[in-house]
């Protein structure tokens, strides 16, 4: 499981800090870097954040895959991005992100994108990114 940056508003670490996970996952739920376009395939990701301010925040997490395939460009899954609800009190989320069909036969370099929205809607200064390297997608 790859281990990613997380950033937080300027703040203290002791107030808000944050870990985040995430994985290439096989129809059996076994790590893996290669995987067949079609078959139930996901990214897992997970993340925690702690601190005093954890009950504080409000708004929502959106959560993408970027693909880079070599040679060929970016793409980003789901569209619109995965979006979950900030939980006061836990600060501990999970989601899995299917990707069975999403990407065409080749090489790709993944990155989960985590980014935040205010409960305002606009743009929220908590997030981060894990880069999970290299994964072949077979027919």
């Known amino acids: ?14 107030q808000l800090a944050g870990t985040l996970h995430g994985q290439v996952v096989d129809p059996g739920s076994q790590p893996t870097t290669v ?15 702690t601190g005093e301010l ?11 895959v970027v693909a880079d395939l070599l040679g060929g460009g970016e793409t980003r899954h789901p569209t619109p991005p995965v979006e979950m609800t ?25 990155v989960v994108n985590l980014t ?11 997030g981060g990114f894990v880069v999970i390297g290299g994964l072949q997608v077979r027919p």
């Open 54 to 64: 954890v009950d504080w925040l409000a708004g929502r997490w959106c959560l993408e």
């Open 116 to 126: 935040t929205t205010t409960a305002a809607g606009s743009a929220g200064a908590l």
């Open 86 to 110: 900030f939980t006061p009190g836990s600060g501990r989320y999970t989601a899995s992100i299917p990707m069975r069909g999403a990407l065409s036969p080749g090489t790709y370099d993944l």
């Open 35 to 49: 995987v067949r376009r079609n078959e139930g395939w996901t990214v897992d990701v997970s993340w925690e954040i």
């Open 1 to 14: 499981m790859a281990t990613g940056e997380f950033q937080v508003m300027k703040v203290p670490g002791e």
